[in-house]
């Protein structure tokens, strides 16, 4: 009986796990990695108030998650800047897109968090 509760409880961790990382595999693909990705029309300051609104959903999901690998406190202050970043551009704060462009370096964050 004991034997059973472990194994699902670490079933329950590792799909829990595998949940969280799908959340952020999911966002990457979908909005960062495309050629016409949304990140890339926020970064030349091209996207509509609908698309902030939808990223800063996503970046949202992203920041309860825990990634892969790496400081879940650092992960939530990396998402946090990108968040504050999106919010700034929403507000038309001049300095959105340049802290956007900061916020969303892609190797700053894979080279810590990105697998396990």
């Given amino acids: 009986m004991k034997k059973t509760a472990f194994a699902l409880l670490f079933v329950a961790i590792g799909l829990s ?3 969280a990382n ?3 595999k999911d966002a990457m693909k979908k909005y960062h990695k495309p050629e016409d990705a949304l990140c890339k029309k926020v970064g030349k300051g091209e996207a509509t108030d609908a698309d ?8 949202t999901a992203m920041c309860g ?7 879940k ?4 202050e990396k998402c946090q800047a990108l968040i504050g970043a999106v919010k700034k551009v929403q507000a038309k704060d001049a300095s959105g897109v340049s802290d956007f462009k900061k ?14």
């Fill in 22 to 24: 799908d959340v952020i």
């Fill in 65 to 71: 998650q825990t990634p892969g690998k790496g400081d």
């Fill in 52 to 59: 902030l609104a939808e990223l800063l959903k996503v970046y």
């Fill in 17 to 19: 796990s595998a949940a």
């Fill in 73 to 76: 406190a650092k992960w939530v």
């Fill in 103 to 116: 916020a969303v370096n892609c190797k700053a964050c894979h080279d810590i968090y990105k697998g396990k």
